[in-house]
């Protein structure tokens, strides 16, 4: 079976080359003319563990190719459509749709009849979306009968990033959003291999496979402010934030995963996600409390993060080194997007503060970044430590978690640490001779 993958960013690329593993012929089509030639080249534009070999098993093995022409999705059995949903400049957050509508007026014109292909949203689209591509296809091309000469389906992607090949191929669930069993059929299909593996494969209609995918990532970001907001009140009554959640997670109800607290969630997702399921709210005229404030209390805590560094550091600030360990919105990836230190690190160069930031995943592209436009790079955590009055831990990076201390402890001007991820022990450090802060502990 052909498919074909229009848009190769973190989502697309991956979800190709997982298809492509499961011996599927694929193409990855992606207007970006650069980012398709270092592709052909099987150079990864993104930082996913795995990718790389997967992407150069199976374009050697010819199971896998790259195009910028959307005409080579000829003859495709399934479309997916993977590209990008950002925020909307304008308005309450919702998603901005124009990339996916201008691929689909784009396809309008290639649908074979004779392929009969299935066209699925791969992107988080909000609820409805469905129905208006089939509106575009109706007005782009008036000749092709939905339901009989092409049909559309919900596939929404639950892809972590930094663990998106092992999410892919071990997924908790798949959700097809579907309107009649043919469709059914070709995506049960499709995602045969991974029953092999008892992966549940949900089917649905199509607003509820939208919905589902913003319910769930609206949920984990609440999930994650309510674990922030418990550390605030260990902060200042006592208890262990970390035991809280431990003490929580062993319900099977409320579960263990996503109760770790930190500077705020960022990524393309989360921020994106729960502003995009606010403005559907806000555009049925449904008020929404819990979403509005998860969205509010995620900013106000980067902000918190800032406070937390100013009384450690101590007036006066101007002229105080900080080492910044991390700067990505989490382990394991390049990915900037709406990460925490985009607000934080600005914040301490207003008040004087030099921040010297050292992230493994750190490359050239980082430099071009406008909040870090007063940043100064460190190539290694020796160098990056070296003088400051403090250290902060923003990201999770596993490199950071085996740094020898009393090393550490000879290079920096003060001892002082504020480890915003909980990644090291209190008492240790106390015993060192640092000071230490971290988050959820008085
Ligand atoms: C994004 C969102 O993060 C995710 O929530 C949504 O489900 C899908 O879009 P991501 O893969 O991170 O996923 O997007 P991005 O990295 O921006 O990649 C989108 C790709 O589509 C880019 O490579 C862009 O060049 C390509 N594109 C965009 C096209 O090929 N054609 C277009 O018309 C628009
Ligand atoms: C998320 C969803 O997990 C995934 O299912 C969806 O497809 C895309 O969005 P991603 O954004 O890649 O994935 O990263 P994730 O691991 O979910 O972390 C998101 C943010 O939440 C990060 O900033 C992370 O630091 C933060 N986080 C996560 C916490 O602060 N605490 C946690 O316990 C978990």
Redesign the pocket.
């Known amino acids: 079976m052909k498919i074909a993958v229009i848009g190769s960013g973190y989502v697309g690329l991956v979800t190709g080359a997982c298809f492509s593993e499961f011996g599927y012929e694929v193409v990855c089509v992606d207007k970006d003319i650069n980012k398709v030639a270092l592709l052909k080249k099987n150079k990864i534009p993104i930082y996913e563990p795995g990718l790389e070999d997967l992407v150069k098993k199976n374009t050697s093995a010819k199971y896998l190719s790259f195009s910028n022409n959307l005409k080579s999705i000829k003859g495709s059995k399934i479309i997916f459509i993977a590209v990008g949903t950002p925020t909307a400049r304008r308005g309450e957050g919702e998603a901005d749709l124009k990339y996916v509508f201008q691929v689909c007026k784009d396809l309008s014109k290639l649908i074979d009849k004779n392929d009969k292909p299935l066209i699925v949203t791969k992107s988080t689209v909000p609820i409805g979306t469905g129905s208006q591509i089939i509106n575009l296809f109706k007005k782009y091309c008036p000749n092709l009968q939905y339901g009989v000469d092409y049909n559309i389906a919900s596939n929404p992607?639950?892809?972590?990033?930094?663990s998106a090949i092992e999410?892919f191929l071990r997924p908790d669930r798949v959700v097809c959003g579907v309107a009649n069993y043919e469709t059914e059929t070709v995506l049960k299909e499709l995602y045969r291999p991974l029953n092999l593996r008892e992966a549940p494969v949900l089917f649905t209609d199509i607003e509820s496979a939208e919905l589902i995918k913003y319910a769930?990532?609206a949920f984990?970001a609440l999930k994650?402010s309510f674990?922030?907001e418990i550390s605030d009140l260990c902060e200042k009554v006592g208890g262990n934030v970390q035991m809280v959640a431990k003490g929580m997670g062993l319900d099977n109800r409320i579960g263990a995963?996503?109760?770790?607290?930190?500077p705020?969630?960022?990524?393309?997702?989360?921020p994106k996600d729960t502003r995009a399921l606010y403005a559907s709210f806000k555009k049925n005229k449904l008020k929404s409390t819990l979403i509005k404030s998860v969205i509010n209390f995620n900013e106000e805590r980067k902000l918190n993060m800032v406070k937390k560094a100013k009384m450690l550091l101590k007036k006066p600030y101007k002229g105080k080194k900080v080492a910044f360990l991390g700067v990505t919105?989490?382990p394991n990836?390049d990915d900037l997007r709406e990460?925490p230190s985009l607000v934080i690190i600005p914040e301490l160069n207003k008040l004087g503060v030099h921040v010297y930031a050292h992230d493994p995943a750190y490359n050239k592209s980082f430099e071009k970044i406008k909040q870090f436009k007063k940043v100064k790079w460190k190539k290694s955590i020796s160098d990056v430590v070296k003088g400051t009055d403090m250290i902060l831990i923003h990201t999770e990076w596993n490199e950071y978690r085996g740094i020898d201390l009393k090393k550490i402890k000879k290079l920096v001007k003060n001892k002082v640490i504020l480890d915003l991820r909980n990644i090291f022990n209190k008492n240790e450090l106390i015993d060192i001779g640092f000071v230490y802060n971290n988050i959820g502990q008085k």
């Open positions: 992607e639950f892809l972590r990033e930094g999410d769930s990532n984990l994650i674990i922030n995963k996503f109760l770790h607290p930190g705020g969630f960022g990524g393309s997702c989360f919105f989490k990836t990460s």
